[in-house]
């Protein structure tokens, strides 16, 4: 993954401290990753709402007054929210608001977990132990756990998260 550090953020955008760099990640809401010898360095997310940021300010805007621009996709059949940005990046309040009208235009099926289940069954998916949490509704436990139609396998690790392979029973 490519990595910029202070001195490549202070080139690029033409600033003459560090502090400034750390300013602007501030009013984003950036929180930068440290790197080999405990170095701070943006990853190339972050330097796209830094680019962003950059051009209001050349624009004659402020910090404060800086809304990036965010993807959004709206997944109506599981009534979630997605969003390709960094995860350093607080969810604004509006994207909560567009999941709740979401939700409120058509209302969730209560059987869509089961849904994605067997969907990550199908594909071969391997899930944390939060996301099993989040469609199950209880977190999974020892090497094997059955819940409804459903038996989730542990696989490992993903980060400091127990890794679950699901299998759809009688499937």
């Given at each position: 993954m490519e990595q910029y550090t202070i001195k490549d953020l202070m080139e690029r955008y033409n600033l003459k401290t560090r502090q400034s760099i750390y300013q602007w990640c501030d009013g984003l809401n950036l929180k930068l990753h440290k790197g080999e010898?405990?170095?701070?360095?943006a990853t190339p997310?972050?330097?796209e709402q830094l680019d962003q940021?950059?051009?209001h300010l050349d624009k004659g805007g402020t910090i404060a007054s800086f809304t990036p621009v965010i993807d959004t996709?709206?997944?109506t059949s599981s009534n979630l929210v997605h969003q390709s940005v960094d995860s350093t990046v607080?969810?604004?309040d509006w994207l909560e608001m567009v999941g709740a009208i979401a939700g409120a235009i058509s209302p969730p099926n209560p059987i869509s977990h089961w849904d994605r289940l067997y969907l990550a069954a199908e594909r071969g998916y391997i899930l944390s132990t939060s996301e099993v949490q989040a469609l199950t509704g209880a977190k999974p436990r020892g090497?094997?756990?059955t819940r409804g139609a459903f038996l989730f396998v542990r696989e490992g690790k993903?980060?400091?998260q127990v890794?679950?392979?699901v299998v759809r029973k009688g499937g």
């Open positions: 010898r405990n170095r701070a360095y997310e972050q330097v940021l950059k051009e996709e709206i997944d607080d969810t604004p090497e094997k756990w993903i980060g400091a890794a679950w392979r």
